[in-house]
């Protein structure tokens, strides 16, 4: 079901109807990062630095969009974060900005959400798909109305020019090529 919003049908979650407009991303309430398999575990790590706005518009249709700054990948070691910086990864330096544009987001019961989109990293431009939920609060105590959408989308890195890994004496890789991109954005009303 494709998400609307007019007079005779409300997008709603619960029994919240989601009014038009633009939200602008809560950073001190949100997260934007990654997970990949090192090794043997899984491996965690975020950006500093993002934004996202979602728009409803007067029919419904709901857009999100979304950047990340490459250059402000948090790690707890410094060697690795300068070798996520280099250009066997992120290539910060020639492709500062990872961006995200939603092409479709889809709203289901209890507030299930799949959003499909393109992601640009590297200069280079994928479609992808998330799933998640939405959830809506018209008031959150400050009188504004409140959107939280978590999401999570694989992608394979490799597409993206990032083939850099080292085989393991043992057998397998040091690094997955699968990654997962993790999204836990608030958003209240402009």
Known sequence: MEASLNDNQNLAVGTRAIPPGVYRLDPVHSTVGFVVMHKVSRFRAGFGDFDATLVVDESGAMTLTGAAQAASVEVKNPMMRT????????????????????????????????????????????????????????????????????????????????????????????????????????????
């Open 83 to 190: 070798h996520l910086l280099s250009p066997e990864f992120f290539d910060a330096k020639r492709h500062p900005e990872i961006n995200l544009r939603s092409t479709s987001m889809e709203l289901g019961e209890g507030g299930a959400l799949v959003v499909s989109g393109e992601l640009t990293l590297r200069g280079h431009t994928e479609v992808v798909s998330a799933v998640g939920t939405l959830t809506y609060v018209p008031d959150d105590l400050h009188g504004h109305g409140r959107v939280g959408i978590d999401l999570e989308g694989v992608v394979d890195r490799t597409r993206f020019g990032m083939t850099w890994n080292q085989k393991l004496p043992g057998g397998g890789v040091a690094v997955a090529n699968e990654v997962t991109l993790v999204g836990e954005l608030e958003f209240p009303k402009e």
